[in-house]
T-cell receptor
Framework: QQQVKQSPQSLIVQKGGISIINCAYE??????FPWYQQFPGKGPALLIA?????SEKKEGRFTISFNKSAKQFSLHIMDSQPGDSATYFC????????FGPGTRLSVLP | GAVVSQHPSRVICKSGTSVKIECRSL??????MFWYRQFPKQSLMLMAT?????????EQGVEKDKFLINHASLTLSTLTVTSAHPEDSSFYIC?????????????FGPGTRLLVL
């Protein structure tokens, strides 16, 4: 119930390509879905977040798509750059906060 | 965005000693702070939630007598790892939130790497 599933575990994308990371949750009480970006040896940084009352949110090259009925949400990184290479965590919040296991993204130059 | 600092950034200690890690919100008052633990190449594991002026709420499986949390003010929370052992070696990260529930205002510190010899 409290678990957040995330896929793929790792992702390799060419520069300029689209990176897509998917997450799924079970608990319908979750009402806040952020994505975090973490570089090695650093703390996670909030990237973008969405609430279940909207289906999509875009900030620059980053877009969250949210499917409430399927209990799924995804992060799309357009025009992926080598500097985007990092680990990305989705999360779900409500009464408590649960992180997905993470996706290691490598963008090749 | 808001800034959260942690000190020290890394610490090496001998087995059996205690280590204190500080988490500060530099430009905002955080009603709630969170402590996470992260093993290499793994996700963040929430250890406890700390509210200013009250006892921390620990997640299942986290020993509250081993991981002492004090939230003395709206800008400072401390995590003390008591009688540290090699298995406590990990990356400890705090985060701070302005509101009582999780919102866009949860900001993470840079983390503290603890190595217990």
């Amino acid at each position: 119930q409290q678990q957040v599933k995330q896929s793929p575990q790792s992702l390799i994308v060419q520069k300029g390509g689209i990176s897509i990371i998917n997450c799924a949750y079970e608990n319908t009480a979750f009402d806040y879905f952020p994505w975090y970006q973490q570089f090695p040896g650093k703390g996670p940084a909030l990237l973008i977040a969405i609430r279940p009352d909207v289906s999509e949110k875009k900030e620059g090259r980053f877009t969250i798509s949210f499917n409430k009925s399927a209990k799924q949400f995804s992060l799309h990184i357009m025009d992926s750059q080598p500097g985007d290479s990092a680990t990305y965590f989705c999360a779900a919040g409500g009464q408590n906060f649960v992180f997905g296991p993470g996706t290691r993204l490598s963008v090749l130059p | 965005g808001a800034v959260v600092s942690q000190h020290p950034s890394r610490v090496i200690c001998k087995s059996g000693t205690s280590v204190k890690i500080e988490c500060r919100s530099l430009d905002f008052q955080a009603t709630t702070m969170f402590w996470y633990r992260q093993f290499p190449k793994q996700s963040l594991m929430l250890m406890a939630t700390s509210n200013e002026g009250s006892k921390a709420t620990y997640e299942q499986g986290v020993e509250k007598d081993k991981f002492l949390i004090n939230h003395a003010s709206l800008t400072l929370s401390t995590l003390t790892v008591t009688s540290a052992h090699p298995e406590d070696s990990s990356f400890y990260i705090c985060s701070a939130s302005i509101l009582a529930r999780f919102r866009e205002t949860q900001y993470f510190g840079p983390g503290t790497r603890l190595l217990v010899l």
